[in-house]
């Protein structure tokens, strides 16, 4: 029989809160980690706003050693490790402190690219003939599955260690890959989380492509508009979001705390075909995905209580909607509350989804719905879909008992989650 | 002792990567970086890097190959400082 699977840590490093507990009141709070961005500005960027986790040296020192920091510049490597061993503390598990690795605890962390900081260093020392003064630590800062190694190696893990990268439904896809894992039996604990770069090296190329707002550079907190009437393209953000997902006999016979149960999800591709493309999603495939998690989690549609969306400020807001609607077959005032993070975070591209799924978790667990923010006057378009109170705009004191979570990435990619507050009776 | 400067200096630089740090209090002429100070592996090109800096020399790879004891990377800096 399949294991039945629940998610016993978390840790966050996001734009809006670093740590769980800064993080859960920003959530509360509807507070923006949008800020001006000087570099950005000064590269002569149309968008000069960023999200990015505020991180002094003191609170980095402690999750690295002296050798480890010499000639570091991975921003990814940083976020994603201080998430993931946050959340395995958060979950009460030993760090392997002896020779054998933990061969039951595997890994599946995410990322989009690691280390453009370092790799651009390595790139002008290359060109200036000096490739032999890179040193040692280029490769594993810039190989894509870095954070998965620095990781895996603090951790003392033994099971499969592996890095996703799909676009930008890289981290609801590691929770569904780390929640196969452990259904198969094949794992009983898998970290799971996903991690993204800061800075123009990243962001450049979304500013060419003019997905990003411009006119919010003098208002930062306003600039991430997801669902509103004036939203004008998404802002660019990063940091990193880690959930430690694990068999619930496990959990139980270690006497852990759970946050919430994996039902299911589904992942998918719209093959670029209908009116998917490179960066558009096809929307028969996006409704595709969501009915076909739900009917993998067993649950129907009039049970979800909660959808936390992609929803990143673009036009494509109200196309998601439709498509929410259709899939649920739900409307108007029958429709579930939905919300999304990146009013308050911009779009964390590779790390978004895990940190979302961090956001829905807490939501579930804690028993409230964070607001949707500079959303005041919704989209006309998404309004004929749904009633304006499924589109909070204020934190709601309100327990739900199912939430799904959908990612959407270029390459027409889509995941989907659905997870459901957990309770003892439920063992 | 004729190499004690020496040796304090490669110390100095070492230290950043020895992970036996008693072996690393103890230093002397028989040291080996990899067995006795447990310095990774990959790291043996950083120390390298950082004795060229220090000392204003460039190893070439036939004598970085040779540098994995004080009394070996003692005997490369002298000859490169002699070729100055």
């Known amino acids: 029989m399949d294991n039945r699977v629940v998610i016993t840590g978390l840790g966050v490093v996001a734009p809006n809160g670093v740590g769980l507990e800064a993080f859960e009141s920003a959530l509360r709070a509807g507070r923006s980690g949008i800020r001006f961005d000087r570099e950005l500005e000064e590269l002569k960027f149309s968008c000069q706003i960023s999200g990015k986790p505020q991180l002094g040296e003191a609170d980095i020192a402690p999750y690295f050693s002296p050798l480890e920091l010499r000639n570091f510049n991975s921003k990814g490597i940083m976020y994603g ?20 690795p933990f061969w039951d605890y595997g890994l599946v962390f995410g990322s989009g690219t690691s280390g453009i900081d370092r790799f651009r260093e390595a790139i002008y020392d290359i060109d200036a003939l000096n490739v032999r003064r890179l040193g040692s630590t280029v490769v594993l800062q810039t190989m894509n599955s870095g954070v998965s190694a620095y990781l895996s190696g603090k951790l003392g893990l033994g099971n499969q260690v592996i890095t996703n990268s799909s676009a930008c439904s890289t981290g609801t896809e590691s929770l569904l890959m780390a929640y196969e894992r452990i259904r198969s039996g094949k794992a009983s604990v898998v970290l799971s989380g996903a991690t993204s770069d800061s800075g123009p090296y990243i962001w450049g190329g979304f500013d060419a492509m003019k997905v ?41 016979a270690r006497g852990a705390r759970i946050y919430a149960e994996v039902l299911g999800g589904h992942v998918n591709s719209g093959g670029q075909r209908g009116k998917g493309s490179m960066t558009a999603p096809n929307s028969i495939a996006v409704q595709r995905c969501i009915r076909e998690a739900l009917l993998h989690a067993g649950v129907t549609a009039n049970e979800v209580d909660l959808i936390n969306g992609h929803l990143t400020a673009t036009a494509m807001d109200a196309t998601e ?26 779009h964390c591209l590779t790390a978004a989804g895990s940190i979302e799924c961090v956001a829905s978790v807490l939501q579930l667990h804690n028993n409230f719905i964070f607001p949707n923010i500079n959303c005041e006057v919704q989209h006309p378009e998404i309004l004929k879909l749904v009633d304006s109170e499924k589109i909070p705009r204020e934190t709601l004191n309100r327990q739900s008992r199912i939430l799904i979570k959908a990612s959407f990435g270029f390459g027409d990619i889509n995941a989907c989650i659905v997870l459901k507050k957990y309770s003892e009776s439920d063992a | 002792m004729p190499n004690e400067n020496l040796i304090n200096r490669l110390k100095a630089i070492v230290s950043t990567y020895a992970q036996n740090k008693e072996a690393l209090n103890s230093i002397n002429e028989e040291t080996d970086f990899i067995n006795d100070l447990k310095i990774n592996s990959a790291n043996l090109v950083d120390v390298i890097l950082d004795v060229e800096e220090e000392f204003d020399i460039v190893i070439d790879n036939d004598a970085m190959e040779k540098m994995l004891t004080v009394k070996a990377s003692i005997a490369v800096i002298e000859a490169k400082l002699s070729e100055k």
């Open chain 1, 81 to 100: 490790v201080i998430a993931g061993m946050d959340s395995w503390k958060d979950a009460g598990l030993p760090l392997s402190d002896n020779e054998e």
């Open chain 1, 212 to 252: 990003c707002t411009y006119k919010y550079n003098q208002e930062p907190e306003q600039g991430s508009r997801p669902m509103s009437s004036n939203a004008s393209g998404f802002v660019p953000g990063s940091g990193a979001g880690a959930l430690v997902v694990e068999s619930l006999d496990h959990a139980r």
């Open chain 1, 321 to 346: 909607i439709q498509n929410w609607v259709e899939a649920l077959d739900r409307s108007g005032t029958d429709f579930p509350y939905i919300n999304t993070l990146k009013g308050m975070t911009g």
